[in-house]
C-alpha cells in the first residue's frame, strides 16, 4: 500500500501523471528553465518558425521576455574567436583543469580576461571536467585545537609519502613523492620498482645537498620512514620527524592532496609500458605542476614558475608552442 503524502507535499501519482511547477520533470521531456535571456530569444524564435502565424509579440508576452531584449543583437567581440581557440586549446592540453585554472593560464599569456567570460565559452563549447575531485580532510579537531605543525616558510616542513600504480603488463612501480608544505612546490618523485629505506635516504640526501635542509620531516607511520637508521640519519643532519596519528592521512594534508592531484591528472589518465616511460611522464608532469599548474591557495600561481622577461607572466607569442606547454625537463 501505498505512504500517503504528507501535508504541504504533492501525491506521487500526481507527480507520476503531470510535472509539477516546483519539480523537475518526471518524463524528462523539459530541458531545463528558461533562465537565460539568450534561452528565451533561441525560444522565441523557434515558436516563430514552427507557428508562422504567432507574432513576436505575442510569443515574448506568453515566455515573460521583454520585446527590446529579444530584439537585441549580441555584440561579439573580435577577439572571441582567438580566445574560444585558446580555451579549447589549454583545455585540451590540461584535461583536469576547471575554467578558473584555464582563467589564470590565459592571463598568464596575456589575456585581459575575467573567469565570467571564459566560463560562458567554457559552457557554450561544452567543455567540462568529468570527474569530481576529492573533498581536503581537515586540518584541525572540531573544537579548533590544532593537532599538527603548519609551515611558516620554505623550508620548514617538508612532507613525503609513497603512491602506487602498475605497469600495462601489471608490474609494480612505487613513486616517492616529496613537497615543501609552504611553498606547496614538489621537490621530487622517485621512481622505481620497490622503494626502502635506502631509498628514502638517497633521496632526501639528494635534495638537502641542493635545496639545505628542513627543520621538520612529515610522514606517516610506513616502516620505510620509521626505520631506525632513517630517524637517527634525520636527527644527525639537524632535523626533526613529524610523525601523523595511526588512520590518521589528513594529519599529512598537503601531501595527500598532491598525490591526489598526480592520481587524478596523470596516473588514472596514462599507461605506462615501461619503467623508463612511467620515469619520463611523471618527471614531465612534476615540471608541469612546478611551473605551470596555477595552484587556487597561491592566488592561481605556479609554486615555482619558470623565469621569463616579466616577472610572474609568460611571454604571449611562446605560449602555445609545444615546448612551452611540454616543458623541457631538467
Not at 68 to 76: A, C, D, F, I, K
Not at 83 to 95: E, M, P, S, W, Y
Not at 116 to 126: A, D, L
Amino acid at each position: 500500500m501505498p505512504e500517503r503524502a504528507r501535508e504541504g507535499e504533492p501525491s506521487s501519482q500526481a507527480c507520476g501523471l503531470r510535472p509539477h511547477p516546483g519539480q523537475a520533470d518526471p518524463q524528462r521531456g523539459s530541458r531545463g528553465k528558461l533562465l537565460s535571456p539568450s534561452r528565451r530569444r533561441q525560444c522565441v524564435e523557434r515558436i516563430q518558425r514552427a507557428h508562422p502565424e504567432v507574432s513576436e509579440r505575442r510569443a515574448c508576452r506568453a515566455l515573460a521576455q521583454p520585446r527590446s531584449t529579444q530584439r537585441h543583437v549580441p555584440r561579439v567581440r573580435d577577439d572571441e574567436e582567438a580566445l574560444k581557440a585558446d580555451v579549447i586549446t589549454l583545455a585540451t592540453r590540461f584535461g583536469r583543469y576547471g575554467y578558473r585554472r584555464i582563467t589564470a593560464l590565459l592571463q598568464e599569456i596575456g589575456w585581459q580576461v575575467n573567469h565570467k567570460r571564459v566560463e560562458r565559452i567554457w559552457r557554450r563549447e561544452g567543455l567540462r571536467v568529468p570527474m569530481k575531485q576529492p573533498k581536503r580532510g581537515r586540518l584541525w579537531l572540531g573544537d579548533s585545537s590544532i593537532i599538527r605543525l603548519r609551515p611558516e616558510h620554505v623550508n620548514h616542513v617538508w612532507a613525503y609519502d609513497f603512491v602506487a600504480c602498475r605497469t600495462y603488463s601489471g608490474k609494480p612501480i612505487r613513486l616517492l613523492t616529496v613537497i615543501d608544505e609552504w611553498s606547496r612546490e614538489c621537490l621530487a618523485i622517485k621512481v622505481a620498482p620497490r622503494l626502502r629505506s635506502d631509498d628514502v635516504l638517497a633521496t632526501l640526501t639528494e635534495l638537502m645537498v641542493r635545496r639545505g635542509v628542513p627543520e621538520y620531516i612529515r610522514s606517516d607511520n610506513g616502516p620505510e620512514f620509521t626505520a631506525k637508521r632513517v630517524r637517527d640519519w634525520i636527527e644527525r643532519i639537524g632535523a626533526k620527524t613529524l610523525f601523523i596519528e595511526p588512520g590518521s592521512p589528513w594529519e599529512n594534508g598537503y601531501n595527500e592532496s598532491f598525490n591526489g592531484k598526480l592520481r587524478d591528472e596523470l596516473l588514472n589518465g596514462e599507461i605506462f609500458y615501461t619503467l623508463r616511460e612511467a620515469e619520463v611522464l611523471i618527471e614531465e608532469w612534476r615540471m608541469t605542476y612546478n611551473q605551470v599548474r596555477p595552484h587556487s591557495s597561491l592566488g592561481y600561481r605556479p609554486p615555482a614558475p619558470a623565469a621569463t622577461n616579466v616577472p610572474g607572466r609568460l611571454h604571449p607569442d611562446a605560449w602555445l608552442r609545444p615546448q612551452i606547454l611540454r616543458p623541457t625537463l631538467t
